[in-house]
């Protein structure tokens, strides 16, 4: 294989698998590391990829910017609608607690909560909070402060006082991206520190995320692997990925 074939080959699998190793590379393509690391340079600087601590993402993985609710809450439905579900055998028993971060994939795990189950239920999301609101069996502690438009959760002091007292059997936590190396990150800092706060506040922590954000970094990370238990996504993870997370000692389900 020539050199910008082998380039290329490159360029198109770290695009495809979200996050490659430089290890991994160099066994894939039957070259050293120190060659993998030449190629990760040269499709660096046309913009093709970004290298990462030990390895290299698309050149799009590592971002500021925030997609409104509306275009994150159709990308990848059917995945996000699989992982919902999936993450409700992680509901304490009855009489326990959780949090619901906001989010488009913790949305959708409101329809499918059953309806006679005793819970007392903590989130920072408007709509989250409005569908849990008409349960009877739930009780509903609404986290104040600011609204973000862009993602309808609440933010601010208030928001973080509150969950400094609380202590939950689960929180089911949603991400914009998740790496080994930068752990859970999102774009916003106010929403990256009630996320932080709401980590901190559970027993047990089960993360959203479906294959797409895996291997992405944003700007603000907020909990780093060893604070997660268990990572729900779906089958298009790769193989490598899977196994990076369960050496951090992470559950990972496949939806």
Do not use: W
């Not at 690391?37 to 925030?66: C, F, K, N, W, Y």
């Not at 989250?128 to 862009?150: C, H, Q, Y």
């Not at 006082?161 to 080994?180: E, K, P, Q």
């Amino acid at each position: 294989m020539y050199a910008e074939e082998r380039q290329q080959a490159i360029g198109t699998l770290v695009s495809q698998r979200g996050r490659m190793s430089v290890a991994a590379l160099a066994e894939t393509f039957g070259v050293t590391t120190e060659t993998v690391r030449r190629d990760l340079a040269l499709l660096e600087r046309i913009g093709q990829i970004r290298r990462v601590h030990g390895g290299a993402v698309p050149a799009g993985s590592l971002t500021v910017g925030e997609p409104g609710m509306a275009e994150r809450d159709q990308t990848r439905a059917e995945q996000k609608e699989r992982i919902a579900r999936c993450a409700l055998t992680y509901l304490p028993p009855a009489g326990g607690s959780v949090i619901f971060d906001a989010g488009t994939t913790t949305a959708r795990m409101m329809p499918e909560l059953p309806g006679d189950h005793d819970l007392t239920a903590v989130t920072n999301s408007v709509p989250i909070g409005a569908r849990l609101a008409s349960m009877t069996a739930v009780s509903l502690i609404l986290l104040g402060g600011r609204v973000r438009g862009v993602t309808q959760a609440a933010v601010g002091e208030d928001a973080l006082r509150l969950l400094s007292t609380l202590r939950v059997d689960v929180a089911f936590i949603g991400t914009n991206a998740v790496s080994v190396d930068h752990g859970l990150s999102t774009p916003d800092s106010e929403e990256a520190a009630v996320k932080r706060a709401m980590v901190k506040a559970a027993n047990h922590v089960v993360v959203l995320a479906d294959s797409s954000k895996v291997g992405r970094e944003h700007l603000i990370s907020f909990a780093p692997l060893d604070s997660i238990d268990v990572l729900v996504t779906d089958s298009d993870i790769s193989a490598e990925s899977t196994t990076e997370f369960q050496d951090h000692g992470i559950e990972v389900v496949i939806a």
